[in-house]
Protein backbone atom coordinates (compact mmCIF):
# COMPACT_ATOMS: atom_id res chain seq x y z
CA UNK A 1 0.00 0.00 0.00
CA UNK A 2 3.19 2.40 0.47
CA UNK A 3 4.24 1.75 -3.18
CA UNK A 4 0.31 3.01 -4.26
CA UNK A 5 0.49 5.95 -1.78
CA UNK A 6 3.61 7.38 -2.98
CA UNK A 7 2.46 7.54 -6.47
CA UNK A 8 -1.06 9.16 -5.68
CA UNK A 9 0.47 11.73 -3.63
CA UNK A 10 3.31 12.44 -6.77
CA UNK A 11 0.52 12.10 -9.15
CA UNK A 12 -1.44 14.99 -6.75
CA UNK A 13 2.05 17.29 -6.31
CA UNK A 14 2.83 16.62 -10.07
CA UNK A 15 -0.67 18.24 -11.34
CA UNK A 16 -0.20 20.81 -8.96
CA UNK A 17 3.46 21.47 -10.60
CA UNK A 18 1.82 21.54 -14.08
CA UNK A 19 -0.68 23.77 -12.80
CA UNK A 20 2.16 26.03 -11.48
CA UNK A 21 3.68 25.57 -15.07
CA UNK A 22 0.50 26.72 -16.74
CA UNK A 23 0.41 30.02 -14.74
CA UNK A 24 3.94 30.47 -15.86
CA UNK A 25 2.67 29.95 -18.94
CA UNK A 26 0.19 32.74 -18.83
CA UNK A 27 2.85 35.53 -17.52
CA UNK A 28 4.93 34.96 -20.49
CA UNK A 29 1.86 34.80 -22.56
CA UNK A 30 0.70 37.96 -21.68
CA UNK A 31 4.46 39.89 -21.88
CA UNK A 32 4.69 38.03 -25.39
CA UNK A 33 1.80 39.62 -26.38
CA UNK A 34 2.87 43.02 -24.97
CA UNK A 35 5.64 43.03 -26.20
CA UNK A 36 4.33 42.39 -29.94
CA UNK A 37 1.99 45.12 -29.42
CA UNK A 38 5.11 47.57 -28.03
CA UNK A 39 6.92 47.24 -30.98
CA UNK A 40 3.79 46.49 -33.35
CA UNK A 41 3.61 43.22 -34.35
CA UNK A 42 0.51 40.56 -33.59
CA UNK A 43 0.95 37.68 -31.96
CA UNK A 44 -1.74 35.82 -32.72
CA UNK A 45 -3.67 33.59 -30.68
CA UNK A 46 -2.29 34.76 -27.38
CA UNK A 47 -5.51 35.28 -25.76
CA UNK A 48 -6.59 32.01 -26.84
CA UNK A 49 -3.32 29.98 -25.82
CA UNK A 50 -3.60 32.02 -22.32
CA UNK A 51 -7.63 30.89 -21.51
CA UNK A 52 -6.05 26.94 -22.45
CA UNK A 53 -3.39 27.58 -20.14
CA UNK A 54 -5.95 29.32 -17.52
CA UNK A 55 -8.00 26.30 -18.02
CA UNK A 56 -5.06 23.71 -17.60
CA UNK A 57 -4.19 25.42 -13.89
CA UNK A 58 -7.18 25.41 -12.85
CA UNK A 59 -7.88 21.54 -13.42
CA UNK A 60 -4.54 20.64 -12.78
CA UNK A 61 -4.89 22.48 -9.40
CA UNK A 62 -8.12 20.82 -7.74
CA UNK A 63 -6.67 17.78 -6.47
CA UNK A 64 -3.26 19.13 -5.21
CA UNK A 65 -5.55 22.19 -3.63
CA UNK A 66 -7.95 19.48 -2.16
CA UNK A 67 -5.49 17.67 -0.20
CA UNK A 68 -4.14 20.68 1.34
CA UNK A 69 -7.18 21.95 2.28
CA UNK A 70 -7.10 24.98 0.00
CA UNK A 71 -11.00 24.37 -1.03
CA UNK A 72 -13.62 26.14 0.45
CA UNK A 73 -15.46 24.38 3.11
CA UNK A 74 -18.17 25.49 4.92
CA UNK A 75 -17.85 24.04 8.45
CA UNK A 76 -20.03 25.45 10.62
CA UNK A 77 -22.43 22.46 10.28
CA UNK A 78 -19.33 20.11 10.51
CA UNK A 79 -18.36 21.30 13.75
CA UNK A 80 -21.35 21.43 15.42
CA UNK A 81 -21.76 17.52 15.08
CA UNK A 82 -20.38 14.43 17.03
CA UNK A 83 -17.44 12.65 15.53
CA UNK A 84 -19.78 9.80 14.38
CA UNK A 85 -21.87 12.39 12.63
CA UNK A 86 -19.29 14.10 11.21
CA UNK A 87 -17.47 11.19 10.26
CA UNK A 88 -20.75 10.00 8.51
CA UNK A 89 -21.44 13.73 6.82
CA UNK A 90 -17.62 13.80 5.59
CA UNK A 91 -18.43 10.14 3.99
CA UNK A 92 -21.47 11.16 2.31
CA UNK A 93 -19.60 14.38 0.81
CA UNK A 94 -16.97 12.61 -0.29
CA UNK A 95 -18.96 9.78 -1.62
CA UNK A 96 -21.08 12.78 -3.64
CA UNK A 97 -18.02 14.66 -4.32
CA UNK A 98 -16.13 11.74 -6.59
CA UNK A 99 -19.47 10.36 -8.03
CA UNK A 100 -19.92 14.06 -9.65
CA UNK A 101 -16.25 14.23 -10.28
CA UNK A 102 -16.43 10.71 -11.94
CA UNK A 103 -19.29 11.68 -13.80
CA UNK A 104 -17.82 15.16 -15.01
CA UNK A 105 -14.67 13.28 -16.16
CA UNK A 106 -16.42 10.90 -18.26
CA UNK A 107 -18.27 13.09 -20.07
CA UNK A 108 -15.30 15.43 -20.54
CA UNK A 109 -13.95 12.23 -21.89
CA UNK A 110 -16.75 11.85 -24.86
CA UNK A 111 -16.57 15.54 -25.57
CA UNK A 112 -12.78 15.50 -25.85
CA UNK A 113 -13.58 12.10 -28.43
CA UNK A 114 -16.35 14.08 -30.63
CA UNK A 115 -13.67 17.28 -30.89
CA UNK A 116 -11.07 14.82 -32.18
CA UNK A 117 -13.34 12.77 -33.84
CA UNK A 118 -14.84 15.83 -36.09
CA UNK A 119 -11.46 17.47 -35.93
CA UNK A 120 -12.41 20.97 -34.48
CA UNK A 121 -10.27 23.89 -34.35
CA UNK A 122 -11.01 26.99 -32.16
CA UNK A 123 -12.57 29.87 -34.35
CA UNK A 124 -9.55 32.55 -33.01
CA UNK A 125 -6.65 33.24 -35.84
CA UNK A 126 -4.60 30.09 -33.72
CA UNK A 127 -7.06 27.42 -35.15
CA UNK A 128 -5.73 24.88 -32.44
CA UNK A 129 -7.44 21.65 -32.79
CA UNK A 130 -9.58 21.88 -29.47
CA UNK A 131 -9.00 18.59 -28.28
CA UNK A 132 -5.79 19.35 -26.76
CA UNK A 133 -6.51 21.97 -24.87
CA UNK A 134 -9.60 19.80 -23.98
CA UNK A 135 -7.65 16.89 -22.96
CA UNK A 136 -6.08 19.02 -20.17
CA UNK A 137 -9.53 19.20 -18.44
CA UNK A 138 -10.47 14.97 -18.81
CA UNK A 139 -6.68 14.87 -16.79
CA UNK A 140 -7.16 17.44 -14.28
CA UNK A 141 -11.08 16.05 -13.69
CA UNK A 142 -9.62 12.21 -13.80
CA UNK A 143 -7.34 13.24 -10.92
CA UNK A 144 -9.80 15.12 -9.23
CA UNK A 145 -12.23 12.58 -9.14
CA UNK A 146 -9.10 9.97 -7.76
CA UNK A 147 -7.98 12.43 -5.13
CA UNK A 148 -11.87 12.55 -3.66
CA UNK A 149 -12.40 8.70 -4.05
CA UNK A 150 -9.01 8.09 -2.20
CA UNK A 151 -9.73 10.13 0.60
CA UNK A 152 -13.31 8.56 0.83
CA UNK A 153 -11.83 5.13 0.52
CA UNK A 154 -9.14 6.55 3.21
CA UNK A 155 -12.20 8.05 5.63
CA UNK A 156 -14.12 4.51 5.03
CA UNK A 157 -11.32 2.42 5.56
CA UNK A 158 -8.95 4.38 8.44
CA UNK A 159 -11.41 6.99 10.14
CA UNK A 160 -10.21 10.06 8.46
CA UNK A 161 -9.34 11.93 5.31
CA UNK A 162 -6.09 12.93 3.88
CA UNK A 163 -6.95 16.85 3.33
CA UNK A 164 -4.78 18.36 5.66
CA UNK A 165 -5.41 21.45 7.62
CA UNK A 166 -3.60 24.53 7.85
CA UNK A 167 -4.45 26.63 10.44
CA UNK A 168 -2.78 30.07 9.34
CA UNK A 169 -4.61 29.79 6.63
CA UNK A 170 -8.28 29.20 7.82
CA UNK A 171 -7.65 31.63 10.31
CA UNK A 172 -8.00 34.54 7.80
CA UNK A 173 -10.84 33.07 6.57
CA UNK A 174 -13.26 32.17 9.51
Partial sequence: MTTLRKILDGLYTGAGALAAVCLVAILTLIVA???ARWTGNVFPGAASYAGYAMAGASFLAFANALNRGSHIRVSILVNALSDKGRRLLDIWCFAVAAAVAWYFTYY????VYWSWK??????DQDAT???IP???MVIGGGILAIALTDNLLHL???GDHRVTRDLVDQSFGE
Fill in 33 to 35: QMV
Fill in 108 to 111: AYWF
Fill in 118 to 123: FNEVSQ
Fill in 129 to 131: ALW
Fill in 134 to 136: QSV
Fill in 156 to 158: IFK
